[in-house]
């Protein structure tokens, strides 16, 4: 398993912009598909973006054209850019690894908090 942890949380009006950094332990983050995740209060956690070894990008329908998600492996660290964010974006976000079909680390998360 690999260590993650996030950060960039914080407090953002809506229309407004976020970055999270997902930072990773070990020599081996090139191999590992990576993924944000949310979970806001009362709600189920669900799939925000992922980005495969191979640095292909998926996206939740709910943000396509505003989330960006992004890997350097020379840092070892993901990224997800947020422009026009909506105050249902508000959540914890978490940050998990997968060499296999399941996600098999998670980051402690960071909260996003949207104000409408």
């Known amino acids: 398993q690999v260590q993650l942890v996030e950060s960039g949380g914080g407090l953002v009006q809506a229309g407004g912009s976020l970055r999270l950094s997902c930072a990773a332990s070990g020599r081996t983050f090139r191999t590992y598909g990576m993924g944000w995740h949310r979970q806001a209060p009362g709600k189920e956690r669900e799939f925000v973006a992922a980005?495969?070894?191979?640095?292909?990008?998926y996206y939740a329908d709910s943000v396509k054209a505003r989330f960006t998600i992004s890997r350097d492996n020379a840092k070892n660290t993901m990224y997800l850019q947020m422009n026009t964010l909506k105050p249902e974006d508000t959540a914890v976000y978490y940050c998990?690894?997968?060499?296999?079909?399941?996600?098999?680390?998670w980051g402690q998360g960071t909260q996003v908090t949207v104000s409408s």
């Open positions: 980005i495969g070894s191979d640095r292909r990008t």
């Open positions: 998990a690894a997968r060499r296999g079909a399941q996600w098999d680390s």
